[in-house]
T-cell receptor
Framework: KQEVTQIPAALSVPEGENLVLNCSFTDSAIYNLQWFRQDPGKGLTSLLLIQSSQREQTSGRLNASLDKSSGRSTLYIAASQPGDSATYLCAVCYSGGYQKVTFGTGTKLQVIP | EAQVTQNPRYLITVTGKKLTVTCSQNMNHEYMSWYRQDPGLGLRQIYYSMNVEVTDKGDVPEGYKVSRKEKRNFPLILESPSPNQTSLYFC????????????FGEGSRLTVL
């Protein structure tokens, strides 16, 4: 069974700092990995999608990397802003004969002005 | 506007009273799925559908039913709700299950008394 872990569970940083969020998964047989942000009481907003054949994806101040062999992905946020405060979730789509999606429990980020 | 729409957004019901949460997408996506989100447990997949008339169990299917009679709709049915089904529910869709980006609805907060 695929297990997805996100460390740390919570993170507080001063505005302007660069930061890295981590996501690890136990089974490397994946189609893709997706990063989301969730604001309190809201739905999930897709940030970046990395296909299994890709090493990284970039969007603005965000960069996500994928190392399938080691079961790891990182989300790099450059020059953090208070508006980046949210919970960040990674999700792995498993390719082993059926296409279930497993989420990590998230990292709650607070950016302090 | 491309979107996934869930209804109702909020519902309080009593044990045993059948209810249906509707989900509709206007993006002609083949893949649709349901998740529940609980504190400390993260998002867990309930059911998913690869296409019309094709559905499969996720990690926590007990107590739920789904159907996929049309491509755009994927209702979640609770035949006899119990208090342990009190949760925040999300519907999601993607163009292709394995390679597609997941788009989420706004969520449905269900309370079973």
């Amino acid at each position: 069974k695929q297990e997805v872990t996100q460390i740390p569970a919570a993170l507080s940083v001063p505005e302007g700092e660069n930061l890295v969020l981590n996501c690890s998964f136990t089974d490397s047989a994946i189609y893709n990995l997706q990063w989301f942000r969730q604001d309190p009481g809201k739905g999930l907003t897709s940030l970046l999608l990395i296909q299994s054949s890709q090493r990284e994806q970039t969007s603005g101040r965000l960069n996500a990397s994928l190392d399938k062999s080691s079961g790891r992905s990182t989300l790099y946020i450059a020059a953090s802003q208070p508006g980046d405060s949210a919970t960040y979730l990674c999700a792995v789509c498993y390719s082993g004969g059926y296409q279930k999606v497993t989420f990590g429990t998230g990292t709650k980020l607070q950016v302090i002005p | 506007e491309a979107q996934v729409t869930q209804n109702p957004r909020y519902l309080i019901t009593v044990t045993g009273k059948k209810l249906t949460v509707t989900c509709s997408q206007n993006m002609n996506h083949e893949y649709m799925s349901w998740y529940r989100q609980d504190p400390g447990l993260g998002l867990r997949q309930i059911y998913y559908s690869m296409n019309v008339e094709v559905t499969d169990k996720g990690d926590v299917p007990e107590g739920y039913k789904v159907s996929r009679k049309e491509k755009r709709n994927f209702p979640l049915i609770l035949e006899s709700p119990s208090p342990n089904q009190t949760s925040l529910y999300f519907c999601a869709s993607s163009f292709l299950a394995g390679s597609g980006e997941l788009f989420f609805g706004e969520g449905s907060r269900l309370t079973v008394l």
